[in-house]
């Protein structure tokens, strides 16, 4: 019931930017922490920021001053601007987060991602 869905990915040259979005979607839930991460090919699944319901962030060292994760908690939806872009920042982007239902009762959702191609 309950999903992720990002947007915004595409083609963008070096030095160029890009916004994606995530939205969340069901009924039943709030949403504690977001967060963004990004996968190259052949590469692992790694973080690139996160931000808590209090808007708290945190960004990986390699997108720190370039990148801004922020959240629209009316909307449950979680964005990521991304300026400066390096060739090296080509990867499938995806949304992850915590959800809950009860005080003690959370679960994690992925989105199916977004691709973000930068050319040199």
């Known amino acids: 019931q309950v999903q992720l869905v990002e947007s915004g990915g595409g083609l963008v040259q070096t030095g160029g930017s890009l916004r994606l979005s995530c939205a969340a979607s069901?009924?039943?839930?709030?949403?504690?922490?977001m967060g963004w991460y990004r996968q190259a090919p052949g590469k692992q699944r790694e973080l690139v920021a996160t931000?808590?319901?209090?808007?708290?962030?945190n960004y990986a060292d390699s997108v720190k001053g370039r990148f801004t994760i922020s959240r629209d908690n009316a909307k449950n939806m979680v964005y990521l601007e991304m300026n400066s872009l390096k060739p090296e920042d080509t990867a499938v982007y995806y949304c992850?987060?915590?959800?809950?239902?009860?005080?003690?009762?959370?679960?994690?959702?992925w989105g199916q991602g977004t691709q973000v191609t930068v050319s040199s």
């Open positions: 992850n987060a915590e959800f809950r239902r009860a005080i003690v009762s959370t679960f994690h959702v």
């Open positions: 069901g009924s039943g839930f709030s949403i504690n922490a």
């Open positions: 931000i808590t319901s209090a808007g708290r962030t």
